[in-house]
């Protein structure tokens, strides 16, 4: 385990004056920080900002960046830096909390700031923080969590026991064509007790209208597992998928690939699964927010993928859902969402509607904030539902004050059929497209339901829909 960190939220609200403006606008931020460090009162801590900025009539950013300086003690301040769009033209707001021991509180509630355009100001105003609204939120919201790294996933997890399946599997988007590349890597122990194999695919998906999907498969081979540690990630017969690197060849396919990624892994399940495997399968996502650099080459041509996004996930587990839904959805800004939606092949759990494990990854918070609570519900909040279908499948559910509805569309000629078999030899067929569509409408209840994110993806999501 790394070490610790911290992130909390702030919203302060107040007004700012326009230059060639006589009338002061409302003004509100809500701001996710994050930091590597443990806050400590008597250092200079730099953080990370991002959040919103809303000034009435003017301006509205969900994606605002920047930064903070936490320095009560050494420095006596605390300073804030941050980028927002309004008007179509970028902003910079700076600022700062001037401390006194004298005035401790006003001091450390209230924030002068000016906004900038290329340099110059474009208005001045004040911010507030409230004491009697804010102080229970702010302090609630303080989390210490442990930094995570993604290389730390990739390992097998495989032991040796049979009737076990082990799936490292890459998704990217390159954004110069819009093209979908999809990179499947697998181990299989059978149930049998027979020799472990590796096999895999690798597909390749045009934009819309540019062609037919493409794919290849590689293997099976013997798996040769390498002494720790030797061995960490994917490796058989020349294909690699491994820390910051994929590589390898199958049909007329070959690729190399440097992975970067940006941000911690995103557990859709709970962390206990994918520690203890006590369920009959677990997904994590190592890198949900990375980008890709290198060059994929196929029959006829060639892409030269420059920082395209794209996200590598694991699975371990005894085999595939009866049913099951999938989708992997870059939502821009560091934002991410994934849901794996199933139905267990395990007797009394078969009859059961598809549990739903859903993680939104927003401003640096993941909601809901236990992956449990999309699966079985919580406090009275609804369970979440899928309806798995084709070619449109769909995702609705409430946790908190939060509610979400997802549709995701796979057009079928954007869209790869594909067989193989689980460790007991029984057959399943994954139906996949990382050229998919989805809508997502995210709502927050302020007396009724207001929406609170929306996002449309027109051919940059991943998806699958699965069965037997």
Avoid at 102 to 129: C, H, I, N, W
Wanted: overall charge positive; some cysteine; charged content about 25%.
């Amino acid at each position: 385990m790394g070490a610790r960190g911290t992130t909390f939220t702030e919203t302060m609200t107040g007004s700012v004056c326009l230059d060639g403006e006589s009338e002061q606008r409302p003004i509100r931020l809500d701001l996710v920080v994050r930091t590597d460090e443990v806050l400590q009162p008597h250092r200079t801590t730099d953080c990370v900002l991002t959040g919103r900025v809303r000034i009435a009539g003017w301006a509205d950013d969900h994606e605002a960046t920047g930064e903070m300086e936490i320095s009560p003690l050494a420095r006596r301040r605390i300073r804030y830096r941050l980028d927002f769009t309004a008007q179509g033209r970028r902003y910079s707001l700076d600022g700062w909390k001037s401390i006194s021991p004298a005035r401790p509180v006003k001091s450390m509630t209230v924030l002068p700031f000016v906004l900038q355009r290329d340099g110059e100001q474009a208005a001045k105003g004040t911010l507030r923080f409230s004491i009697a609204t804010q102080l229970l939120p702010f302090l609630a919201s303080f989390r210490f969590p442990r930094a995570d790294d993604s290389e730390r996933h990739l390992p097998p997890r495989w032991d040796g026991k049979p009737g076990r399946t082990e799936v490292w599997y890459t998704t990217v988007t390159d954004p110069s064509t819009g093209t979908g590349l999809w990179l499947h890597h697998e181990l299989v122990a059978p149930t049998d007790g027979s020799d472990a194999y590796a096999h895999g695919w690798v597909a390749r998906f045009p934009a819309d209208g540019e062609g037919p999907v493409e794919h290849a498969r590689f293997g099976p081979q013997p798996w040769k597992p390498m002494p720790a540690p030797h061995q960490q990630g994917f490796t058989s017969d020349g294909i690699e998928a491994g820390p910051g690197q994929l590589r390898g060849k199958a049909g007329p396919f070959s690729w190399e690939m440097a992975e970067h990624p940006d941000g911690e892994p995103l557990y859709t399940f709970p962390r206990w699964s994918w520690r203890r495997p006590l369920l009959p399968a677990a997904q994590i996502v190592p890198a949900p927010n990375a980008s890709y650099t290198g060059t994929f080459s196929y029959d006829g041509g060639e892409l030269q993928l420059k920082g395209a996004p794209g996200a590598t996930a694991r699975i371990y587990g005894h085999g595939n859902a009866r049913r099951w839904s999938w989708l992997h959805a870059d939502l821009g800004g560091g934002d991410v969402l994934e849901i794996v939606a199933a139905v267990s092949m395990r007797p009394g759990l078969r009859k059961l509607p598809p549990l739903v494990f859903l993680r939104l990854r927003k401003n640096g918070r993941t909601w809901p904030r236990r992956a449990e609570r999309s699966a079985l519900g919580w406090a009275g909040a609804g369970r979440f539902r899928a309806r798995i279908g084709l070619p449109t499948w769909s995702v609705t559910g409430r946790s908190g004050l939060r509610r979400i509805k997802v549709v995701v569309t796979q057009p079928e000629e954007r869209t790869l059929a594909l067989d193989y078999k689980d460790p007991d030899g029984s057959a399943a067929v994954c139906r996949n497209s990382e050229t998919a569509d989805a809508r997502i409408l995210l709502e927050r209840w302020w007396g009724r339901w207001r929406t609170e994110a929306e996002w449309s993806l027109d051919g940059t999501a991943h998806a699958e829909v699965g069965d037997r």
